[in-house]
């Protein structure tokens, strides 16, 4: 099964994507969910599962993203975060 991840942060807003958050996070651990979903997209998490392993999941909102992306994009450009560093796996 492989190593799972400590905090998941699902940016897509999609039912496969964040169902996968779901799964992917350790015992104990977080999915964070930013990305929007239509309002009638549903997602099927298993409940035991979240149970047992005690699962946290966090919804996250209050980015504007058309005016926060591109300066946050032109940063990463520019060298002001490492990115490949924040990618463990």
């Not at 807003?13 to 799964?23: L, W």
């Not at 015992?27 to 047992?52: F, K, M, N, Q, W």
């Amino acid at each position: 099964e492989g190593y799972k991840a400590e905090v998941c942060i699902e940016v897509i807003g999609s039912k496969a994507t964040f169902e996968q958050a779901v799964m992917a996070v350790r015992d104990g651990g977080r999915a964070c969910y930013v990305g929007i979903a239509s309002a009638t997209t549903r997602a099927e998490v298993p409940i035991t599962h979240l149970v047992r392993r005690r699962i946290s999941l966090v919804g996250s909102y209050g980015a504007r993203a058309s005016k926060d992306m591109p300066e946050l994009l032109q940063i990463a450009a520019d060298g002001g975060v490492d990115l490949k560093s924040a990618v463990t796996r």
